[in-house]
């Protein structure tokens, strides 16, 4: 049964809903990006801002951090929104949670910045990452959404020039396919994410490109090589059955894969700490890449 907090939340997204029919990609960035300046992360973890090669990134770091190990946080936000104080407060959870370091992209956006943009900075943040002298065995890629995406394009790009990858990745509620869906799961209304939003984040990040392309829609790529990866997608979710296609294929690929479905959650329901299946995820993703973490 849901209890008071789920409950709560659940009547909200309506409004969330709601809100992303009517705000234009770009147009909420510098917003997110002031309100995200100031965001609180309580005791025990800094932040420290950071360009690399021209992108913009987050340290987080807690005070009882693990040297010389990196978690890689690609966030969500449709390829057109920014990182949130949601997701940094989930960021600083996690770092704590794992004594590591977190280093959270603020990767381009669409429509200014459509598809390669925020891949190739991706990659290129990963590359820096080597360069400074963390070995793949230390570091992790994690991502939601968007992000989750990015996550598996990233690391297509990467074991495509023969770059060596990360000793683990998560996905939380990953969109993997960009081609048309309006036939999957006809008469599901997801509670959080509207097709005609959806819609619109798709065709301003893909731009000419070919949605086929597995560097834009992973579930055309070959993930044979990759390492063991974890999916977590909420059972009410209209991205569930991107999840679902892409646990099936990274096994078919000889992938140490994982897919958790967790009853009646929506997209990306982490962000809410409060939730305890939030932190139930969280807590799964943390062991999961903490233990293949040397």
Known sequence: MPNSTELMIRA???????????????????????????????????????????????????ANEKASRVLLYLH???????????????????AKKMSVRLLMVDYSLAPVHPFPTALEECVSV???????????????????????????????????????????????????????????????????????AMKLYTKTYIAQNDPRDPLISPVFGNLRGFPPLLIHVGENEVLRDDAIKIAEIAKAHGVDARLEIYPRMWHVWQLFLDLPQAKQSLDDLAQFLGSRMK
Request: hydrophobic share 40%.
């Open 12 to 62: 909200m997204l309506p409004l969330v809903r709601f809100l992303q029919n009517r705000v234009q990609p770009g147009s909420s960035d510098q917003f997110l990006r002031r309100v995200s300046r100031h965001v609180r992360l309580g005791r025990g973890i800094s932040r420290q801002t950071i360009s690399i090669n021209g992108v913009a990134c987050d340290w987080l770091i807690p």
């Open 76 to 94: 969500g936000g449709g390829f057109v929104f920014g990182q949130t104080p949601l997701h940094l407060q989930m960021g600083a959870y996690l």
């Open 126 to 196: 990963y590359r820096w990452l080597l360069n400074q002298g963390y070995k793949p065995q230390n570091i992790a890629f994690a991502g939601d959404s968007a992000g989750g995406n990015l996550t598996l394009t990233t690391m297509l790009k990467l074991h495509a020039e023969g770059i060596p990858l990360p000793t683990a990745a998560v996905c939380l509620s990953p969109v993997t396919d960009l081609t048309e869906k309006e036939k999957r799961r006809e008469g599901f209304n997801d509670p959080l994410l509207p097709p005609k």
